[in-house]
């Protein structure tokens, strides 16, 4: 089955020091979405970036991310990391088939502390 | 505007006992609904899915069951809990063939 490997566990940063939280994954599937939430205490997962496209960089609040197939890779990236972005994050797939059931597929999530 | 409900909050249980979590979605006809779980350390599962009122699929088999009994309203439910069903429920939706999930605030179960 489809399977999402993150950066595990907690990764502690510096405010003002660059974010990178790997994501691969492994899948049958030829077309599949990756997505990346955002888990923020006390609030719902929410959609953070999404892509479908190979090697077209994707952004949203600041953060940004790449689907390379060739890879099997959709590391989530930010130039400089903020105190509010302390958080949850996970890294979800996709099959992409547009099927009823839109499966995800999640990591196992990596918590960010950022601290200044 | 799509608004989600979970109820409870959260809930403590005594192993053997029956269950019932509920999910709300308001502002949306027809939506795709989901149940995930997560273990204390673990990932995001999904348990089941429906497309419509009257039909749930299972995903994983955790000795839970779901109904979808109206189209805006999805139920988790157990005659026996097992003190490995704890851990955090989250209800989502999506457009019916959208990638897109938007997850409720979701519960919190201890079973002791």
């Known amino acids: 089955g489809d399977s999402v490997t993150q950066t595990e566990g907690l990764v502690t940063l510096t405010e003002g020091l660059p974010v990178m939280l790997n994501c691969t994954y492994q899948?049958?599937?030829?077309?599949?979405?990756l997505f990346w939430y955002v888990h923020y205490l006390n609030e719902s997962p929410r959609l953070l970036l999404k892509?479908?496209?190979?090697?077209k960089r994707t952004e949203h609040q600041g953060f940004h991310a790449t689907l390379h197939k060739s890879s099997s890779s959709f590391h989530l990236q930010k130039s400089s990391a903020q105190l509010s972005d302390s958080a949850l994050y996970y890294c979800?797939?996709?099959?992409?088939?547009?099927?009823?059931?839109?499966?995800?597929?999640f990591g196992k999530g990596t918590k960010l502390s950022v601290k200044s | 505007a799509q608004t989600i409900h979970q109820w409870p909050v959260a809930e403590i249980k005594a192993v053997g006992s029956p269950l019932s979590l509920g999910c709300t979605i308001k502002?949306?006809?027809?939506?795709?609904l989901y149940w995930y779980w997560q273990a204390t350390g673990g990932t995001l599962q999904q348990l089941f899915y429906?497309?419509?009122?009257?039909?749930v699929e299972s995903v994983v088999q955790l000795n839970l069951s779901a109904s979808r009994p109206k189209d805006d309203q999805f139920i988790l439910s157990t005659e026996k809990l097992l003190l490995s069903h704890s851990g955090f429920y989250l209800c989502?939706?999506?457009?019916?063939?959208?990638?897109?999930?938007?997850f409720g605030p979701g519960t919190r179960l201890t079973v002791l």
């Open positions: 989502a939706w999506s457009r019916p063939g959208g990638y897109e999930q938007y």
């Open positions: 899948t049958i599937y030829s077309n599949p979405f």
């Open positions: 892509s479908s496209t190979d090697n």
């Open positions: 979800a797939l996709s099959e992409g088939s547009g099927g009823s059931n839109a499966k995800l597929t």
């Open positions: 502002g949306k006809s027809s939506p795709n």
């Open positions: 429906s497309i419509t009122v009257g039909q």
